[in-house]
């Protein structure tokens, strides 16, 4: 243990002397504020940019505006919200717990948590952290559920929504979607496991051994942060506006605060072994296979991929008014770690351009673009009169969203109002089934498909409801409604 902290401190310190600025920037360093100047105008919100070999730090700036309240420019040192970023410390706190003999991978998931429902097939840690758990995502259902945005939920919260849920979206281990729930469920899992906060346990093992001083898990919504950015999205006439949600203060899937310098830092750390030894990098960067026996591009909270030819292993990240980027690319020793505050701005394009400068000797050539796929011709919409519209009409509820939508026909157009959001139009696509679009949702596709049911006595008496990561959603009639119109 003695040498391995012996190691660590010479490691750090060699880390703290590459830091240093160089007084005159090299070509590419040049290039690389011209890369960024291209995207961001003078007084934007805007990005810090670090790029790193091995320990040494090859160059690292910021871009724009962190807070436009106070035209507070952004540093290397500026503090970001990351996003999914954040996924890759959820599964090394489960790797971290795997290693301690504490759980295991292969565990069902309702050994720690025992509110969800058996759903007949087991869902094991493992389906959680390859996306491949089947388990509907909590963020669309809290959108459709008609939870606002920007409110705030707990662990509890979250495990309590998802113990409603009568189904899954499909076999656990043989479909890769991506899943914000398997990861809060992760944390969850930590927590349980290590009777700690999530926030507490990641500092302990993972942010103080790594000397990441700037990194933390925002579990605290008056929680006072310095250097923070504020997360911006385009707003009129060519302004900003403020985005940032501050009142959500639960990681797992998110909620990572980090800066360029200590996500190169962790990059080193993983890459070296640095961490917890070779069998914890092993199991983190070990890809995850389906059921067939197909593997996947994705390991533990990090996407396995390729550049130009070039192996990858990263992460991007997206939440309210950020936008991050962090590859390594393992044959070169190369990180680059991008982090925005604004919305508007593609972390992954800006990764590639700079690995475009610093990499150019050994990327392969462009890939070809990919040709558009052509789009349908318009589908015929089937024509429903007044009196059928009526038949759908009336106030139906949801016990896994805990939820109230009202059906109503105005000027011959069926509309449907959920909760306090504004009334959608439902446009018919064939018998009994309908599609709104811009439904609300945190995240993912804005339509909703909805296909009603009928009972014996032809009535309807409710509706499946499918939209992004949530499919077959019950809605049932009040009863009495369908005892009127027998």
């Known amino acids: ?44 919100p805007g990005c810090a940019v670090g790029i790193a070999r091995g320990n040494n730090i090859l160059f690292s700036h910021g871009y724009g505006v962190a807070t436009l309240d106070h035209r507070v420019p952004i540093t290397p040192d500026t503090v970001f919200d990351v996003g999914s970023v954040t996924k ?20 069902d998931i309702r050994t720690y948590l025992p509110e969800l429902p058996d759903y007949g097939t087991v869902i094991t840690i493992r389906h959680l952290l390859h996306h491949t758990s089947g388990i509907r995502d909590y963020l669309n259902l809290m959108a459709l559920g008609g939870r606002e945005f920007y409110a705030p939920i707990s662990h509890q919260a979250i495990v309590e929504l998802m113990a409603r849920q009568r189904a899954l979206n499909a076999v656990p281990g043989m479909r890769y979607r991506y899943s914000n729930t398997g990861y809060m ?16 346990f990641a500092r302990e093992r993972i942010f103080e051994p790594l000397g990441m001083t700037r990194s933390f898990l925002y579990e605290n919504a008056e929680q006072v942060v310095s250097d923070r950015a504020t997360g911006y999205a385009p707003g009129d006439a060519d302004q900003f506006r403020m985005v940032h949600n501050y009142s959500f203060a639960t990681a797992g899937d998110g909620q990572l605060y980090t800066t360029v310098g200590d996500l190169l830092r962790w990059s080193q750390a993983l890459a070296t072994d640095a961490v917890a030894g070779p069998e914890f990098t092993h199991l983190m960067v070990e890809r995850g296979v389906l059921g067939n026996g197909e593997p996947l591009d994705y390991a533990a909270g990090l996407a396995i991929g390729e550049y130009r030819g070039l192996g990858t292993v990263g992460h991007g990240g997206s939440t309210w008014g950020f936008r991050a980027q962090v590859v390594r690319f393992p044959d070169d020793g190369v990180a680059i770690a991008v982090l925005c505050n604004r919305e508007d701005v593609n972390p ?13 000797n050994q990327l392969g050539p462009r890939p070809e673009p990919r040709p558009r796929r052509a789009r349908d011709g318009a589908r015929a919409t089937p024509t429903l009169v007044v009196g059928d519209l009526a038949d759908f009409a009336g106030t139906f509820y949801s016990t896994e969203l805990d939820a109230t939508y009202h059906v109503r026909v ?22 009994d089934t309908f599609v709104a679009i811009d439904v609300p949702a945190w995240t993912g596709p804005r339509r909703a498909d909805l296909a009603f049911t009928r009972d014996g006595y032809g009535a309807v008496n409710g509706f499946a409801l499918s939209a992004g990561e949530a499919h077959a959603l019950r809605f049932g009639r009040d009863p009495r409604q369908i005892d009127n119109r027998r």
Do not use: H, K, N
């Open 348 to 360: 992954r394009a800006l990764v590639d351009g700079v690995a475009d400068l610093y990499l150019a």
């Open 1 to 44: 243990m003695r040498i391995r902290t012996a190691w660590l401190a010479l490691t750090l310190a060699t880390w703290a002397a590459a830091c240093v600025d160089s007084t005159s920037p090299s070509v590419e360093q040049q290039r690389v504020d011209t890369l960024f100047a291209e995207q961001i105008q003078t007084g934007q």
């Open 88 to 107: 890759q410390f959820t599964a090394s706190s489960i790797m971290l717990l795997a290693l301690d003999g504490a759980l295991s991978a292969d565990d």
């Open 185 to 200: 469920l992760l944390a969850t899992i930590v927590e349980r496991v290590s009777e700690q906060t999530f926030g507490a």
């Open 410 to 431: 105005e000027d011959d157009t069926l509309r449907l109002q959920i909760e306090r959001w504004p009334p959608l139009v439902l446009v018919p696509t064939g018998d």
